[in-house]
């Protein structure tokens, strides 16, 4: 893994890339108040990989999210991360994690190269003192994502941009080569969207496993060379072009999308069969069709009604 | 006039008041930078006033207060889960019903057999009049948490800033989230001799509060806290010589004094800064 330009100084034990994978085999993960949040589910990624997870809310996303980390004991089946058990995996510092905003207090009183400083925790002492391999890397990772600037800002001081670099900066310093990333472009801008899905690229060429949960499916296609869908059960799971389809996208969300439908007369007065589709989420496009200024498009199937 | 101000050194119990109520104070403080950052500070306060009956109770019975006060936490805990999984109630209703009822029998039981210790020592502390057994049971809450919390204070940090972050670096959450709040009762019981039972919800809160509006790192608000929290309690217990108790009385009014004015003179997060960078703002558009 060729992650630094620079001469690494000695005592750098950088975890060899080669050989992330993940593989979940029949998990299905219960609850103790008795719900199962994801049942039966099988799916296997490999090396140098961006894969999606796509859902609905509370379609187990997360659930798989914790199973891979090790937080909930499968009820059945198995998780096994570069062919270890998670145990062994997370002592190893392999899963780097990418949190979502909603869930840090950015009011903790930490500057950006302490929180890029907390990846190398695992690679320390039980005293957490940073030696100078640490301090090195924690310099390269911010340098990659572009925060050096910023780096003795206090994190809430931060756009929701710099908010989500902090946070790759410090999966880059602990070195995992499976690195998870929850929802990443909720709130960010998207030049921040197209500079983190760069970053990503660069990860992926350098044999990183890099899994997505989102529900931004406009973005998928362009980055991911693999999906999952899910919803309790995974639905589908291959390569985007076989497993992102209209029609699995549909069976996925359910009556949760808006559809907006063109086609036929609607579109042209030609006799071409095909029509164009957009679906989406919570962010509601405004469709406009039409010659100069179109009349706007309604959707098909407002989310609160459900599809027949 | 010197001569008079260095009288508190001369006598043994105003030395021990002083040096005792600087290591609780330090301590509590240590833990204040953590528990206001959560929004638990008012488990504190909570905690404290659940142990007061097993503080009775210890005396009554003549053990070490340190397992009474214990017991009676693990009654509180237990009582607080018990009542709140078996009713609709919220948990601030909980906690307030619970902490409330345990404080009350507290008092009931030092006022049905009167012991050495009185109601108004439990509730108001004495730090003057603290015995040499107290004094020994609260150096050694007080060393072992100092040294727990030195060793794992970043442990803590990354625990209770990410949690996920933690798990997944292999730290076990639930084993630390746990020592923190043994160490939390261990010197909430400590802190109660000291300022008693009303105000150790002082004792971790406001250094922690205090540091918190001068620093953006979490190392030196450890540091600024726990010199607070030190600094005030030895202050304190010493000016409460010349003012004839109520030492902690003394001890949360400094701290209180201390954080007024870093609330308004802080250099970054104080109300003055904030007033002056809207004016250089407002200065700067015209």
Not at chain 1, 164 to 182: N, P, T, W, Y
Not at chain 2, 78 to 92: C, H, I, P, T
Not at chain 2, 127 to 156: F, H, M, P, R
Not at chain 2, 182 to 195: G, K, Y
């Amino acid at each position: 893994m060729n992650l630094h330009p620079q001469p690494a100084p000695a005592g750098t034990d950088a975890v060899a890339a080669p050989g992330a994978s993940i593989s979940l085999r029949n998990l299905t993960v219960t609850y103790n108040n008795g719900f199962t949040a994801v049942q039966d589910a099988s799916f296997e990624l490999d090396p140098g990989t961006i894969c999606a997870l796509v859902g609905v809310n509370g379609s187990g996303k997360s659930t798989v999210f914790k199973a891979i980390m090790g937080f909930v004991r499968p009820a059945a089946g198995e998780v096994r991360l570069c062919g270890l058990p998670v145990a062994e995996a997370i002592s190893r510092n392999i899963v780097a994690y990418v949190p979502q905003s909603e869930d840090i207090d950015w009011n903790f009183p930490v500057l950006v190269e302490d929180v890029a400083m907390m990846g190398r925790y695992g690679h320390m002492n039980f005293l957490r003192m940073p030696s100078r391999a640490d301090r090195y890397k924690v310099d390269q990772a911010l340098e990659r994502v572009g925060m050096t600037e910023f780096r003795k800002r206090q994190i809430g001081e931060l756009s929701g941009g710099q908010k989500k670099r902090v946070f790759l900066a410090r999966s880059l310093a602990q070195e995992g080569r499976i690195i998870l990333l929850d929802e990443p472009f909720t709130g960010v801008d998207v030049k921040t969207e197209t500079a983190i899905i760069a970053l990503l690229r660069e990860l992926r060429a350098t044999g990183h496993l890099i899994l997505i949960s989102t529900h931004n499916l406009g973005s998928v296609p362009d980055f991911c060379d693999r999906v999952v869908l899910i919803n309790r059960k995974v639905l589908a799971a291959g390569p985007t072009a076989q497993v992102f389809t209209q029609a699995n996208l549909e069976r996925a969300f359910g009556g949760v999308l808006r559809r907006f439908n063109l086609g036929g007369e609607q579109l042209h007065d030609d006799e071409d069969p095909r029509g164009v589709t957009v679906l989406t989420d919570d962010e509601r496009p405004l469709v406009f069709y039409g010659e100069g200024k179109g009349q706007p498009l309604a959707a098909d199937n407002p989310p609160d009604k459900k599809p027949s | 006039m010197i001569a008079e101000l260095a009288v508190p050194f001369e006598y043994g119990y105003m030395l021990k008041a002083m040096w005792v109520s600087a290591l609780v104070g330090g301590v509590c403080a240590f833990l204040s930078a953590y528990l206001m950052l959560k929004g638990w500070s008012l488990m504190g306060d909570a905690l404290a006033h659940s142990i007061v009956p097993g503080v009775a109770g210890a005396y009554i019975l003549g053990v070490p207060f340190a397992a009474g006060a214990f017991f009676a936490g693990l009654l509180a805990a237990g009582g607080m889960a018990f009542v709140k999984a078996r009713s609709r109630l919220r948990e601030d209703a909980v906690i307030g019903l619970v902490f409330t009822a345990l404080f009350a029998l507290g008092l009931v039981m030092a006022s049905i057999w009167p012991t050495s210790v009185s109601v108004q020592t439990i509730v108001l502390g004495n730090i003057l009049a603290i015995s040499d057994e107290d004094v020994v049971q609260v150096a050694i809450i007080a060393a072992v948490t100092l040294g727990v919390l030195s060793l794992k204070w970043k442990d803590l940090m990354v625990t209770f800033f990410d949690e996920n972050h933690a798990r997944s670096m292999g730290l076990n959450v639930d084993w630390l989230k746990i020592l923190f709040f043994t160490l939390l009762s261990a010197c909430t019981v400590a802190a109660l001799q000291t300022v008693g039972a009303c105000l150790v919800i002082a004792m971790v809160v406001t250094p922690g509060a205090t540091a918190y509006l001068l620093t953006d790192r979490f190392g030196r608000l450890i540091v600024l806290s726990v010199a607070f929290g030190a600094g005030t309690s030895f202050a304190g217990a010493y000016i409460s010589y010349f003012l004839d108790g109520a030492t902690g009385g003394v001890i949360v009014t400094l701290q209180t004094l201390l954080f007024i004015a870093a609330y308004l003179f802080a250099p970054r997060h104080g109300v003055l800064a904030a007033r002056r960078r809207r004016i250089e703002a407002l200065g700067a558009r015209t």
